[in-house]
């Protein structure tokens, strides 16, 4: 049968049939959506809750997160949640902030979390920003240079003003009942989660050796495993 012949057979068995037709596309359709999901649904989820000047956190940014993200892309999904050990409160319908390293730890966890809900910026240059920064000396000051980087430097007086403003301070609090809800306060920082559930276990192997947690959870293993 030619091509044509087939795709007018096609037509007349739908006109003729509406409503199975109808009935097969929306289970296509159903059918399609599940597997799309279960595709996403098999990404390894990491979560990290940390801090902007915290040494722990600088380490394992730069020297775990760093690579698996970069080897593993589209294998993980991951969501990072600056605040750590902070505390806050309204105050006078004003958000306060108490950072574990001070008032720098606080403007540092505000420009992240300024950088993280950008939506000018791609997910991956809002990962890249965040590496870079945590890779530098003083990453409450090194957003320029940070930005030049990802060549995003007109970023730049939007996320300072974010940082400065009420918007940071809303985002940071947010933050903040995101950590919460996992410990109040954190026990370590950072705080590794895999897979939406706290691990003691897990998150000891995944702070010195996150790549090995991640070949073993993914059901895709790269060639890197």
């Not at 892309?73 to 991951?78: A, E, F, I, Q, S």
């Not at 008032?103 to 939506?119: A, T």
């Not at 989660?193 to 293993?221: G, H, M, P, W, Y």
Request: hydrophobic share 35%.
């Amino acid at each position: 049968m030619s091509l044509k012949r087939l795709v007018l057979t096609l037509l007349k068995y739908v006109q003729k049939n509406k409503m199975r037709s109808i009935l097969f596309l929306c289970l296509c359709a159903l059918l399609c959506g599940a597997l799309a999901k279960n595709r996403k649904d098999d990404k390894v989820k990491i979560a990290v809750y940390y801090e902007s000047l915290c040494p722990d956190s600088k380490k394992f940014i730069t020297s775990q997160l760093a690579p698996v993200w970069r080897d593993f892309r589209g294998l993980v999904k991951v969501k990072l949640v600056p605040y750590g050990k902070s505390t806050h409160d309204k105050v006078n319908g004003k958000w306060q902030f108490n950072c574990h390293h001070g008032p720098d730890e606080c403007y540092g966890n505000k420009i992240q979390s300024c950088i993280l809900k950008d939506r000018n910026l791609q997910d991956t240059e809002k990962m890249e920003l965040v590496i870079c920064l945590m890779g530098q000396a003083n990453p409450d000051k090194s957003l320029d240079t940070c930005l030049e980087q990802v060549k995003r430097q007109a970023e730049s007086d939007k996320l300072k003003r974010c940082a400065a403003g009420d918007q940071g301070d809303a985002l940071l609090a947010a933050y903040g009942d995101k950590s919460d809800a996992v410990q109040r306060p954190l026990a370590f920082v950072p705080t590794i989660v895999i897979n939406e559930k706290f691990d003691q276990a897990l998150q000891d192997e995944s702070f010195t050796n996150l790549k090995d947690v991640v070949c073993r959870l993914s059901t895709t293993k790269p060639a890197s495993c």
